[in-house]
């Protein structure tokens, strides 16, 4: 995952899983010329809507383990990682991770949709549960999208 490698590292060039905020947007912005400074501050937003960082007494803390991930040799990311993504692209996303064929889950998430009059978001986490792939925090999302 790419957002994951990019939030990795500043963690790994430190050897740390805690880093102060003006730290990481610095190793970002400054030592990587990866992103603007508002753009590194925008990545911890992201990063942490989808449970990578926790926000800490000015720190941002790793809630994954950072020497565990690879970052290839000639690394660098994409701006698009700075949008949030929807709760069906993140479930989208792990379905994809964990083998299954896009066109596919997306035409059966659709008919779940339409067969059970549901939103596509709790279709996608009832698809991605029945084929064992966990989306639990994004099923949480899907369910109190229900819930409105």
């Given at each position: 995952?790419?957002?994951?490698?990019a939030v990795a590292v500043p963690?790994?060039?430190r050897g740390t899983t805690r880093l102060g905020e003006g730290e990481f947007?610095?190793?970002?912005?400054?030592?990587?010329?990866?992103f603007s400074p508002?753009?590194?501050?925008?990545?911890?937003d992201v990063a942490a809507g989808r449970g990578l960082l926790e926000r800490a007494d000015g720190e941002v803390?790793?809630?994954?383990?950072?020497?565990?991930?690879?970052?290839?040799?000639e690394y660098a990311p994409d701006e698009s990682i700075l949008r949030e993504q929807s709760t069906f692209e993140m479930i989208l996303d792990a379905l994809v991770a964990a083998g299954?064929?896009?066109?596919?889950?997306?035409?059966?998430?659709?008919?779940?949709?339409?067969?059970?009059?549901?939103?596509?978001?709790?279709?996608?986490?009832?698809?991605?549960?029945?084929?064992g792939v966990?989306?639990?925090?994004?099923?949480?999302?899907?369910?109190e999208q229900l819930g409105e």
């Amino acid at each position: 995952m790419s957002l994951e490698v990019a939030v990795a590292v500043p963690f790994k060039q430190r050897g740390t899983t805690r880093l102060g905020e003006g730290e990481f947007v610095v190793a970002l912005s400054l030592d990587r010329n990866w992103f603007s400074p508002d753009q590194a501050k925008r990545l911890i937003d992201v990063a942490a809507g989808r449970g990578l960082l926790e926000r800490a007494d000015g720190e941002v803390v790793a809630q994954f383990d950072p020497p565990s991930v690879t970052v290839p040799e000639e690394y660098a990311p994409d701006e698009s990682i700075l949008r949030e993504q929807s709760t069906f692209e993140m479930i989208l996303d792990a379905l994809v991770a964990a083998g299954h064929d896009k066109q596919d889950a997306v035409a059966a998430i659709n008919e779940r949709q339409r067969r059970l009059g549901i939103t596509v978001e709790a279709a996608a986490a009832l698809y991605a549960r029945r084929q064992g792939v966990d989306v639990a925090d994004a099923a949480s999302a899907a369910a109190e999208q229900l819930g409105e």
